[in-house]
């Protein structure tokens, strides 16, 4: 940034020479060599058409490097070159869909999905003074392909984001999408992450593992996680220097039925990835044929955000060498303060790899699914909630495999996270967190952390089954449901649940610690009817496998093999285990549990008053489900409606416009129905809700208008 005046000491200049050589082109420093570089003439559609086609364009030139553009309202642009000009930034006021018959490219330092004439360039803020968006209008739509046509196998699409001269580099390069809609779809994959069939030995190239590989092919880039944890040293995280994950590309697939299939990899395996049993280590495919990935992965990188009242959903696309390291707000994916505004929208096999920041950010939003995700390789934590108000999320068969520490970062909403890298991280746990798996995290696998601070109140707005929103501290609400987790080779911590964290750079002081663990403990007691329902959850080759430094925890179910210890320096009051299955560990299997003592308030009570007295004999389900569309599309003239339905306990029925849905995994975990599809151009609402076992029916069923495509007739 240049001075002001005209004389600077050579002190100052030693000391800017000095910073500068020691930050390089950090992203740290962002914006500091940012010269003002005046904006090329707004380029902007005369019509509908195609990109390549200088009838689209006012002028008639089709857009060159350099150039600002906007689609307009109501035009339709389809982008159907592979271009090397990098366009300075588009304004999709209308919609850009990426051509699906073949392969496109296209360059760009900045993709604002946002109504209206306002081409501003600001790649984190929409426009302030743009209106609520009107919902019997069209959103303006960045489609790269469909949830109901795809971008074809043979064909790739990719955006590759670059920082250019004039555009801020704390907020380019981005794609932003601000009350429209976004889709990026590629080729379903049938399985993204897959459990080794067999031990896989060091010096091989070739694995074999279980399950169809349909779309898995030649060229294809795969990781295969580390089954070893290292030595935890208390001071310094080690995943740097000994991280086990393996990344290869495979040179064939050989059978893809579902008995298996045998992948053979470009080089030997460094390492070996243990397989007996029922512990396993996994063997994900990290790539897809819609790709954002940053132009330049050692200099300025990219982000991508969702704001409140957008639409749209991802999947099969591969997010690469994204995230601006140690700049808040600037993730790979980020859905940014959406509340329920995004409800049905969801992230589905996708690949978010080399992260620098995070990959994939919930951040004041409810209702988002997130389902058979793979995140490789992120600084600082990955499957990440940020604030302590999102809740009613879905987290479903999602890998999370090498997340290395990070730092807190400036301006961070939770004062008390150190960002020292969990696989999944949250701060509120009325979510729903199942079949997730956790590899090689630095700090956690999971991890629930929450506390009061100084500038932080723990009783937040919580929405509520009727919609409305109640404060609640958030410290004691239960889990939707955590059930069948696992996480293996963590050099600390498997599970964390509201317990101790490492004090960064020095080593644990327990006396200390744990008085302070206690006294947060005693200021937040889960409800006797509700605690913290954990259920079939697996940890191997860690540390510290669980963690608790919380009242209120049923645990059904924690099978625990090839650890340090089994449960580490847990408070237990309040307690209640079944289904413990302690293997080969090291130490001890229940390491220094720990008691908080009987709270001042029930001292005197007595069994026959005091309600603290009472155990916990499990998870009291009293809250109706949750359910979430996460698709509608035609086939021929039927309208079909998929969606998941969250709840603590069994779900009796899904009915979608009074008809029954049917369940295609567990107990409506996820399921279909069929309706009538509408006539072209006209519009249907569609409603849909469950029921549980015991009756009680969702009070906020998730509610849209639906058009069928076509002209009105």
């Given at each position: 940034m240049p001075f002001r005046g005209s004389v600077v000491s050579a002190a100052l200049l030693l000391a800017l020479t000095v910073t500068l050589l020691k930050t390089g082109p950090s992203q740290s420093a962002?914006?500091?060599?940012?010269?003002?570089?005046?904006?090329?003439?707004?380029?902007?559609?005369?019509?509908?058409?195609?990109?390549?086609?200088?009838?689209?364009?006012?002028?008639?030139?089709?857009?060159?490097?350099?150039?600002?553009?906007?689609?307009?309202?109501?035009?339709?642009?389809?982008f159907d070159v592979k271009a090397d000009a990098v366009i300075r930034s588009i304004h999709v006021a209308g919609t850009l869909t990426f051509a699906r018959d073949r392969d496109t490219t296209l360059n760009v330092g900045l993709i604002k999905v946002q109504p209206g004439d306002d081409a501003s360039?600001?790649?984190?803020?929409?426009?302030a003074h743009a209106p609520n968006p009107d919902p019997s209008k069209p959103k303006p739509a960045l489609e790269v392909g469909t949830a109901a046509e795809p971008i074809p196998a043979k064909f790739k699409a990719t955006i590759r984001l670059h920082h250019v001269d004039g555009l801020d580099k704390e907020t380019c390069p981005a794609i932003i999408c601000c009350a429209g809609r976004m889709d990026l779809h590629g080729a379903p994959l049938a399985h993204t992450w897959v459990k080794l069939a067999t031990h896989a030995k060091a010096g091989e190239n070739?694995?074999?593992?279980?399950?169809?590989?349909?779309?898995?092919?030649?060229?294809?880039?795969?990781?295969?996680?580390?089954?070893?944890?290292?030595?935890?040293?208390?001071?310094?995280?080690?995943?740097?220097?000994?991280?086990?994950?393996?990344?290869?590309?495979?040179?064939?697939?050989?059978?893809?039925?579902?008995?298996?299939?045998?992948?053979?990899?470009?080089?030997?395996?460094?390492?070996?990835?243990?397989?007996?049993?029922?512990?396993?280590?996994?063997?994900?495919?990290?790539?897809?044929?819609?790709?954002?990935?940053?132009?330049?992965?050692?200099?300025?990188?990219?982000?991508?955000?969702?704001?409140?009242?957008?639409?749209?959903?991802?999947?099969?696309?591969?997010?690469?060498?994204?995230?601006?390291?140690?700049?808040?707000?600037?993730?790979?994916?980020?859905?940014?303060?959406?509340?329920?505004?995004?409800?049905?929208?969801?992230?589905?096999?996708?690949?978010?790899?080399?992260?620098?920041?995070?990959?994939?950010?919930?951040?004041?939003?409810?209702?988002?699914?997130?389902?058979?995700?793979?995140?490789?390789?992120?600084?600082?934590?990955?499957?990440?909630?940020?604030?302590?108000?999102?809740?009613?999320?879905?987290?479903?068969?999602?890998?999370?495999?090498?997340?290395?520490?990070?730092?807190?970062?400036?301006?961070?909403?939770?004062?008390?996270?150190?960002?020292?890298?969990?696989?999944?991280?949250?701060?509120?746990?009325?979510?729903?967190?199942t079949r997730n798996v956790a590899a090689e995290?630095?700090?956690?696998?999971?991890?629930?952390?929450?506390?009061?601070?100084?500038?932080?109140?723990?009783?937040?707005?919580?929405?509520?089954?009727?919609?409305?929103?109640?404060?609640?501290?958030?410290?004691?609400?239960?889990?939707?449901?955590?059930?069948?987790?696992?996480?293996?080779?963590?050099?600390?911590?498997?599970?964390?649940?509201?317990?101790?964290?490492?004090?960064?750079?020095?080593?644990?002081?327990?006396?200390?610690?744990?008085?302070?663990?206690?006294?947060?403990?005693?200021?937040?007691?889960?409800?006797?009817?509700?605690?913290?329902?954990?259920?079939?959850?697996?940890?191997?080759?860690?540390?510290?496998?669980?963690h608790a430094g919380t009242t209120g925890v049923y645990i059904d179910g924690l099978n625990v093999y090839r650890s340090t210890y089994g449960m580490w320096r847990s408070v237990t009051d309040r307690h209640s285990y079944r289904n413990l299955k302690f293997s080969e560990t090291s130490n001890r299997d229940i390491h220094m549990p720990l008691s908080i003592g009987m709270p001042e308030e029930e001292v005197n009570k007595g069994p026959a008053q005091g309600a603290y007295y009472t155990g916990i004999g499990g998870m009291l389900d009293d809250q109706p489900p949750h359910t979430v569309v996460t698709d509608v599309h035609p086939e021929g003239n039927l309208l079909i409606v998929r969606g998941v339905t969250a709840d603590s306990g069994p779900v009796k029925r899904v009915t979608v416009n009074g008809r029954r849905a049917y369940s295609l995994r567990g107990e409506f975990a996820e399921w279909e129905t069929v309706l009538e599809l509408p006539a072209p151009g006209k519009s249907v609402t569609i409603s849909a809700a469950a029921e549980d076992a015991g009756g009680r029916a969702e009070r906020n069923p998730h509610k849209f208008e639906y058009r069928s495509p076509g002209a009105d007739r």
């Amino acid at each position: 940034m240049p001075f002001r005046g005209s004389v600077v000491s050579a002190a100052l200049l030693l000391a800017l020479t000095v910073t500068l050589l020691k930050t390089g082109p950090s992203q740290s420093a962002v914006g500091a060599d940012t010269k003002p570089v005046p904006a090329a003439p707004l380029v902007r559609t005369a019509a509908s058409g195609a990109w390549s086609d200088g009838k689209t364009w006012e002028g008639g030139k089709v857009p060159e490097a350099g150039a600002r553009v906007q689609i307009r309202t109501g035009h339709a642009v389809t982008f159907d070159v592979k271009a090397d000009a990098v366009i300075r930034s588009i304004h999709v006021a209308g919609t850009l869909t990426f051509a699906r018959d073949r392969d496109t490219t296209l360059n760009v330092g900045l993709i604002k999905v946002q109504p209206g004439d306002d081409a501003s360039e600001d790649g984190f803020d929409c426009d302030a003074h743009a209106p609520n968006p009107d919902p019997s209008k069209p959103k303006p739509a960045l489609e790269v392909g469909t949830a109901a046509e795809p971008i074809p196998a043979k064909f790739k699409a990719t955006i590759r984001l670059h920082h250019v001269d004039g555009l801020d580099k704390e907020t380019c390069p981005a794609i932003i999408c601000c009350a429209g809609r976004m889709d990026l779809h590629g080729a379903p994959l049938a399985h993204t992450w897959v459990k080794l069939a067999t031990h896989a030995k060091a010096g091989e190239n070739t694995v074999t593992v279980p399950g169809d590989l349909s779309g898995w092919r030649a060229g294809d880039r795969v990781i295969l996680t580390g089954t070893f944890h290292p030595d935890g040293n208390e001071k310094t995280p080690t995943l740097t220097t000994t991280a086990q994950t393996e990344e290869r590309v495979l040179v064939s697939v050989r059978g893809r039925e579902e008995r298996g299939a045998t992948l053979k990899l470009d080089k030997p395996l460094a390492f070996e990835h243990y397989a007996e049993g029922e512990f396993r280590g996994e063997v994900a495919n990290l790539s897809r044929n819609v790709v954002v990935e940053s132009a330049d992965p050692n200099g300025v990188r990219g982000h991508t955000m969702y704001h409140k009242h957008s639409a749209g959903s991802i999947s099969y696309a591969e997010f690469r060498h994204l995230g601006k390291r140690d700049v808040l707000g600037k993730y790979a994916i980020h859905f940014h303060l959406c509340r329920d505004t995004m409800r049905g929208s969801s992230v589905v096999g996708a690949s978010i790899w080399d992260s620098h920041n995070r990959w994939l950010t919930i951040h004041g939003t409810e209702s988002l699914v997130v389902r058979d995700c793979v995140g490789y390789k992120s600084v600082g934590h990955g499957f990440f909630l940020e604030d302590g108000t999102e809740t009613h999320n879905v987290l479903d068969n999602n890998l999370a495999a090498l997340v290395l520490p990070g730092k807190p970062l400036p301006k961070q909403m939770l004062s008390f996270d150190d960002n020292m890298g969990a696989g999944f991280w949250w701060a509120n746990c009325k979510n729903s967190f199942t079949r997730n798996v956790a590899a090689e995290c630095s700090e956690y696998g999971f991890a629930f952390e929450c506390r009061r601070a100084a500038d932080f109140d723990p009783v937040q707005p919580v929405l509520q089954a009727d919609g409305s929103r109640k404060k609640q501290d958030i410290r004691t609400l239960p889990f939707i449901r955590f059930e069948d987790n696992e996480c293996h080779a963590m050099p600390f911590f498997g599970m964390n649940l509201r317990g101790l964290t490492r004090p960064v750079g020095k080593i644990m002081q327990f006396a200390e610690q744990n008085k302070a663990l206690a006294k947060e403990a005693m200021e937040a007691i889960p409800d006797v009817d509700h605690p913290f329902h954990i259920t079939r959850l697996k940890v191997w080759d860690t540390r510290w496998p669980f963690h608790a430094g919380t009242t209120g925890v049923y645990i059904d179910g924690l099978n625990v093999y090839r650890s340090t210890y089994g449960m580490w320096r847990s408070v237990t009051d309040r307690h209640s285990y079944r289904n413990l299955k302690f293997s080969e560990t090291s130490n001890r299997d229940i390491h220094m549990p720990l008691s908080i003592g009987m709270p001042e308030e029930e001292v005197n009570k007595g069994p026959a008053q005091g309600a603290y007295y009472t155990g916990i004999g499990g998870m009291l389900d009293d809250q109706p489900p949750h359910t979430v569309v996460t698709d509608v599309h035609p086939e021929g003239n039927l309208l079909i409606v998929r969606g998941v339905t969250a709840d603590s306990g069994p779900v009796k029925r899904v009915t979608v416009n009074g008809r029954r849905a049917y369940s295609l995994r567990g107990e409506f975990a996820e399921w279909e129905t069929v309706l009538e599809l509408p006539a072209p151009g006209k519009s249907v609402t569609i409603s849909a809700a469950a029921e549980d076992a015991g009756g009680r029916a969702e009070r906020n069923p998730h509610k849209f208008e639906y058009r069928s495509p076509g002209a009105d007739r």
